[in-house]
Nanobody, 126 residues
């Protein structure tokens, strides 16, 4: 079992920044890929960023490329999502997820992830 706990969400003005953290416990953190997903009210859950177990391969949604950066610290069992130049359309609940498949290329598909955090709200005001 893996437990994931997100933190760092909040209210920020457009153009501002936030850094989300996801602390993992349970199985060996360095063994799995991690993803950040978001879901706005009435919307589908979408992957905004993901990286493999070593951090050597990453995925970013087109809507966040150049603004968001995903990273991980395996020594701290933590994955981060640095979000810059935030826009009102970034408003959503953000979830981190863990994928134990071992694939070199991290998946962008929510159904391929095995464990999920409870989510943290990010609200960007205009």
């Amino acid at each position: 079992q893996v437990q994931l706990v997100e933190s760092g969400g909040g209210l920020v003005q457009a153009g501002g920044s936030l850094r989300l953290s996801c602390a993992a416990s349970g199985r060996t953190f360095s063994g799995y890929a991690m993803g950040w997903f978001r879901q706005a009210p009435g919307g589908e859950r979408e992957c905004v960023a993901a990286l493999n177990w070593s951090g050597s391969s990453t995925y970013y949604a087109d809507s966040v490329k150049g603004r968001f950066t995903i990273s991980r610290d395996n020594a701290k069992n933590t994955v981060y999502l640095q979000m810059n130049s935030l826009k009102p359309e970034d408003t959503a609940v953000y979830y981190c997820a863990a994928d134990y498949s071992g694939s070199y290329y991290p998946s962008q598909f929510h159904y391929e992830y095995d464990y999920w955090g409870q989510g943290t709200q990010v609200t960007v005001s205009s």
